[in-house]
């Protein structure tokens, strides 16, 4: 007969074969979720507000160099026809030659009147009441007066 082996103890089985790992599945827990959310959350709150400022901002310089642009344009038209256009000829004299103007060489704006940041026509009036002519947007809320984005843009201040 034959000498065996010592058999070997339980614990001495348990190393050299360790225990096979728990299967896992690949993906995020729902807390991992949470927590991206949570910061995308705070991310969004702080550079969102920041943002719509900085979009206001831009579209009050927007009218603003707008407005530069048409009261040179208007200037043009002034030397060229010895006056500025009526209130009721408005802005659209600076592309299209009014019918009582004979010495109108225009147009005076390349692309045609442009509307302001915020959709709507610039007011027109001639003579101004706080100059030769007015010129303004009423800002965003289109409401007379108001604050930042709200305020009137106005080619006298």
Do not use: C
């Not at 550079?47 to 310089?61: A, D, H």
């Not at 603003?64 to 256009?85: F, H, N, W």
């Not at 709507?120 to 001639?126: D, G, L, Q, T």
């Not at 010129?135 to 604050?147: A, F, R, S």
Request: hydrophobic content about 35%.
């Amino acid at each position: 007969m034959a000498l065996q082996p010592p058999e070997p103890e339980v614990s001495q089985m348990k190393r050299m074969h360790p225990p096979a790992p728990a299967h896992r599945s690949s993906g995020f827990t729902l807390l991992e979720l949470l927590v991206v959310l949570v910061v995308l959350g705070l991310l969004a709150g702080i550079v969102g507000p920041k943002y719509f400022n900085q979009l206001g901002r831009s579209e009050t310089k927007v009218a603003r160099a707008q407005i530069g642009g048409l009261s040179k344009a208007l200037d043009i038209y002034r030397v060229e026809t010895g006056r500025y256009p009526s209130t009721e000829q408005g802005l659209s004299a600076l592309v299209a030659a009014p019918s009582d103007e004979p010495r109108w060489s225009g147009p005076y704006l390349q692309k045609g009147v442009p509307q302001d940041p915020w959709g709507r026509a610039y007011v027109y009036r001639s003579p101004g009441e706080n100059g030769d002519y007015d010129l303004l947007t009423l800002g965003k809320d289109g409401q007379p007066g108001g604050e930042g984005e709200n305020a009137e843009i106005t080619s006298w201040q």
